[in-house]
């Protein structure tokens, strides 16, 4: 994805990944950069979103309404988790 962009998105992108409680000890990979909330997965967000330049496009992946509201404030666009191709699974 982030070699690739999204509609509407050029590649390259950065893609960040909040993560909150147990899932906290995950690492980053490839080309996604994890941050561990110390609290509210939701207020993590808002707040590397406000600490960004307006002059950078940001995107939030949610389908929270409040949350999306919150980042709307600092100048973000909000998208579904739909917009998000999905990757055929290869299990088997």
């Known amino acids: 994805m982030a070699g690739a962009g999204l509609p509407g998105l050029p590649a390259p992108l950065e893609v960040v990944l909040v993560v909150e409680g147990e899932a906290r000890g995950l690492d980053s990979i490839d080309a996604?950069?994890?941050?561990?909330?110390?609290?509210?997965?939701?207020d993590a967000i808002v707040e590397l979103v406000r600490g960004e330049s307006r002059a950078r496009q940001l995107v939030v992946v949610t389908a929270d309404r409040g949350l999306a509201e919150r980042v709307r404030r600092y100048g973000a666009e909000v998208l579904g988790p739909r917009s998000i191709p999905r990757r055929e699974s290869r299990a088997g």
């Open 32 to 42: 996604v950069r994890v941050v561990a909330a110390a609290g509210s997965g939701d």
